[in-house]
């Protein structure tokens, strides 16, 4: 069983990567600057935050922009991936429809989309780090660990809510409300030392911000983070990537009668 | 190969009484039910979902595309699927090939499918020729590196040699129709599932369409097709299954299902019947 799902996975690695490009191509179809877009994009949007944020936090936030763009950068990924991918069934229903390509190809497509376009946001995100002469140190190189612990995060993500999304399409708007509700729960242009000290388990309990405190550990402080934070980290993202792929395959035998 | 209906009788006679799970038979269709509802939108909105929810039953018709049928296709063999619109001759290609589960029996396939369920199955309007060549390469399982290699093949065999790196959106329905087949036949499949596939196309294509098939049934490639031009199931295949109301009418030999077939078209005068001609070519242009 488990055999016969990863030859199916490598018989069609040709196809995710395949659809990926479609995507990627049909994303900027006719756009001047083209991927680079994902890179001017937070760019500029730095810019208005850090001018708006950075009188209020300046005092307890060294880099303000840089500290903006790190979380821009994990929030931004995880949850437009994860949502792209709760969508997936739906937008390419003309193919699943004529085609027999496994369901999730869809899900894991959308989400390595949004990771190729987070690769392209973190060379400005370096850039700029660079141009603030944020402090140099070989933690940097870890960069990817956090991202990939995204990665499976957003999948694991994605997957559960496709699995309701495609029966329910209310789903959409309501993720998108809870989306923004989980923006303002993550402290992406605040500093976490505004929660008062009793109430900040709470924010442990948030995959993004677990994810977003290496990121910043790695990148931005060059502190290597405990061994309990990467326990929490990785428990999060498998755990949430075994119910994502649970719930998918007990759902999908249904998809064909909703799309 | 010309095979004689002597020789496919005594062939069909050997095989009576055999194991389904021989090795000769690469489509078992056993007793397939496939039903769809005909929700009419009703389970998309928040609040009938909640509503069917604590009535416990989901409250929309139960629609059976296909009930209760079996048969099983051998390999190298090529099987028809004719009936009237609606008689469920594309859910069940669609259940052999993998897309749709049914509601109840089993279908099991021995080797790899290339559906070609519609013409322009899988094609992305955006893309050029090129692009969407390696896309749907890719969907029927196939590397970038096998692509490339048969990629000359497919474009001389489409005839879009000046074409191939113009966007699908200016292609015309012909031109999509005429790769959908050259790509879906390019590929060493064991089982090619061809859907109203030669329908478009000037006599020209057709006769080369059928020759490509001919070629293929030759090198033990199994067909299942399906038509409304029954001198063109007749040519291309040997066996035929007639569905109505996703009911098996019957099975046989093409020859005798199609005329059997063809009667009953007459016959049933009340029912409306095929379109003819303009209509009729308008109507599969549409596919």
Redesign the interface.
Known sequence: MLKKSLYEFM??M??L???V??DF??KY?KSVLGIAWSMLNPLLLMVVMSVVFSTVFRRSIPYYPVYWFSGYIIFTFITQASHNAMNSMIHNAS???????PNYFFCISSVTLQFIMALFSLITFFIVAAFFKVPFTMNVFLFFVPLIYSYFFALGLGMFLCAYGT????LDHLYSVARRMWMYLTPLFYPVDIIPSQFRFLWDLNPIYIYLSIFRDLTMNGVMPSERTFIIATLYSIITLILGIVTFKEKE?RF???I | MEISNAQIEFMQNQNVGRDPEDDDVCVNVDDVSVM??L?KNK????KE?FINMIKGKVAFDEFWAIKNVSFQVKKGDSLALIGRNGSGKSTLL?AI?????PARGNITVKGN?A?L??IN??F?R??SAR?NI??A???H????KYMKKRFDEIIEFSELEKFVDVPMKSFSSGMVSRLGFAVATCVNADIIIADEVLAVGDAKFKQKCEKRIAEMLKGGTTILFVSHNTNQVKKVCRRAVWLDKGKMIDIGSSEEICDKYSKFLKTSKKEVRQPTGRIRSLAEADI
């Open positions: 018989n069609y040709p196809f990567k395949e659809i490009k479609r191509k049909k179809y193919l699943i429809k004529k085609m027999k390509i029966f329910l399409r209310d035998e064909f009668l909703y | 769809f509802n929700s389970e998309d909105g928040l979902y669609k090939a993998g897309i749709i589960k499918v559906p369920i519609e199955g899988g992305d955006s893309l692009e390696f896309l390469g890719a969907m399982g196939h590397t970038n």
